[in-house]
């Protein structure tokens, strides 16, 4: 099975709050990190978390880290049409020479 | 600007080529990547390398061949034997974890191969 775990969609509306869950299964995972894909371009690293940390903000992004339930999540505040894009959750393990495993994507649509 | 460079954008390559996809980056980095990815289906690794002349398989190396002749450089072939060729391919690069702990990538901005 899938290491990492993502839903495929998310859709809101202009202006709300988007939220974007991943779930992990390595309880051994040192750095999870959100990469966000927009159409036809590479990924763009938005942000990571270490460990021991439980939230990390950074402007619009919150990242909150559940280790007892291995739940990863991306809030993204005022929710903007260039949002819109794929979204990326990814960790590493000092057990697999720190290459990360990426999830399958969540793709966010934002509706004016 | 530091930063790594993908070429060709789009390529188109006949059944039973070979072709080769460049990557290019200026920002000192020591390891190298390269993805494949499909709708649906997330990023799978291909080809990795954390050294100048030296490169390990990913979960699908099968009719992909690579190299690292140059810390800047990592080209991917992909070969006649690749049954399923058509696809998005990223390259990436970072930092090793044993230098700085945190392995955030740098992405290129990919490559889209089509077989005709």
């Known amino acids: 099975g899938e290491d990492v775990e993502q839903s495929l969609f998310l859709s809101v509306r202009e202006g709300d709050s988007s939220v974007i869950n991943c779930t992990y299964t390595?309880?051994?995972?040192?750095?999870l990190y959100w990469y966000k894909q927009e159409p036809g371009a590479g990924l763009q690293l938005l942000t990571y978390?270490?460990?021991?940390?439980d939230m990390k903000q950074d402007q619009r992004l919150t990242v909150l880290l559940n280790k007892k339930d291995k739940h990863l999540s991306l809030r993204i505040a005022d929710t903007q049409t260039g949002d819109s894009a794929i979204y990326f959750c990814?960790?590493?393990?000092?057990?697999?020479?720190?290459?990360?495993?990426f999830g399958r994507g969540t793709s966010l649509i934002v509706h004016p | 600007d530091g930063g790594i460079t993908q070429s060709p954008k789009y390529l188109f390559r006949k059944e039973g080529q070979n072709v080769t996809l460049s990557c290019e980056q200026n920002l000192n980095h020591d390891a190298m990547y390269w993805y494949r990815q499909d709708p649906g289906q997330g990023l799978r690794l291909i080809y990795y390398?954390?050294?100048?002349?030296?490169?390990q398989k990913g979960d699908i190396a099968e009719g992909y061949s690579v190299s690292r002749e140059k810390k800047e450089s990592f080209p991917l072939t992909v070969t006649s034997a690749q049954k399923n060729p058509t696809a998005f391919y990223l390259c990436?690069?970072?930092?090793?974890?044993?230098?700085?702990?945190?392995?955030?990538?740098?992405f290129g901005s990919g490559t889209r191969l089509t077989v005709v």
């Open positions: 990436a690069s970072s930092i090793p974890s044993t230098r700085t702990g945190n392995y955030g990538y740098t």
């Open positions: 990814a960790e590493t393990t000092p057990g697999g020479s720190y290459i990360p495993t």
């Open positions: 978390i270490f460990s021991n940390m």
């Open positions: 390595d309880s051994s995972s040192t750095y």
């Open positions: 390398s954390q050294i100048v002349n030296d490169f």
